[in-house]
């Protein structure tokens, strides 16, 4: 293990094998601790403002998602989306407004390890996998870098987590290529590894930025696939450019232009708006 892709712990963190669970300011969050979805809301943005030098990249964003939910995300380049999904994760702090995950987790007051701990889990565009090990290990050392597990990094593999992992797997299409180095997969296979890792930490939350980006058209459907039969049991957020991509996943669609909601609606609905043709698709 060379090296670590981004994302995720730092080497002495990993094979210590007890991630910084007894850090202060995790007790709220201890394993079994249930996310408070009694208003079927898994997340709340309100009045969300971020600046950058003055220029607001965010400004009074408002948005909400519903437990189980399947939202896209449209907009054109600088609308502000990955900084919404940064404030999300805690790696950006708004200047104003709130942030909730469930019904009392206050996110703009948690530190990027416990949102993840909390059960939100982000894909980046570049998929941050073991390239050297197979996928069976990439998808084994997922869960183990789990933070709400306690778990040594050397143990042997349980029934259990074979099972998981055997069924993950098969969700991303990659059971034929579990001894395959990680490496030697094609880019829509690796980003789907690192989908399936994402899942083996059970997250509530999937918030997945561009993830069909350099897809095949058959990969890009295939996403399409997986990710309709997350929903329900996961929420996704996904941004996408790809209209085609957005139609095949049905959910309801968000336009963000300038930081903040322009139109929201089933798709039809948006891409009728006027003013989401004048900024968006029209050009
Ligand atoms: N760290 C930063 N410092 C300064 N400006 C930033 C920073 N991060 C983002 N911005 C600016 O904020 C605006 C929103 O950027 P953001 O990356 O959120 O857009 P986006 O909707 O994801 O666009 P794209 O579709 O191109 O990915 C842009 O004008 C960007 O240049
Ligand atoms: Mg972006």
Redesign the pocket.
């Known amino acids: 293990m060379s090296t670590i892709p981004q994302g995720l712990p730092p080497v002495a963190e990993l094979v210590d094998g007890r991630p910084d669970q007894d850090q202060a300011g995790l007790s709220h969050l201890v394993e079994g601790d249930e996310l408070d979805l009694s208003h079927n809301v898994i997340l709340y943005l309100e009045g969300i403002t ?1 600046s ?2 003055g ?1 607001k ?2 400004n009074k964003l408002a948005l909400t998602i519903d437990a189980g939910e399947l939202r896209c995300i449209i ?12 404030v999300i994760t805690g790696k ?1 702090r708004p200047d104003r407004g709130k942030a909730f995950f469930g019904q009392t987790l206050d996110l703009t007051r948690m530190s990027e390890p416990e949102i993840a701990h909390a059960g939100i889990g982000r894909k980046f565009q570049k998929p941050t996998i073991f390239e050297n090990h197979s996928v069976f290990d990439n998808l084994e050392l997922a869960m183990k870098i789990d933070k709400r597990v306690r778990r040594s990094l050397f143990s042997a593999i349980d029934d259990e987590t074979r099972d998981r992992i055997a069924d993950t797997l098969t969700q991303i299409r990659l059971q034929d290529a579990a001894d395959r180095p990680a490496g030697l997969l094609s880019h829509g296979q690796k980003q789907w590894l690192e989908i399936g890792m994402l899942l083996m930490q059970d997250p509530r939350l999937l918030l997945l ?2 993830p069909v980006a350099g897809m095949t058209d058959d990969e890009t459907a295939r996403t399409g696939e997986l990710f309709k039969s997350l929903a329900g049991k996961h929420s996704l957020v996904v ?1 996408e ?1 790809d209209m085609a991509f957005i139609e095949q996943l049905g959910g309801t669609v968000t336009v ?1 232009h300038e ?1 903040s909601v322009l139109a929201e609606g089933d798709l039809a609905t948006v891409q009728n708006d006027q003013r989401v043709i004048e900024v968006y698709l029209g050009r």
């Open positions: 971020v950058f030098d220029f990249a965010l907009g054109p380049n600088g609308a502000g989306k990955t900084t919404m999904m940064d950006t930025d561009e941004v450019h963000l930081g």
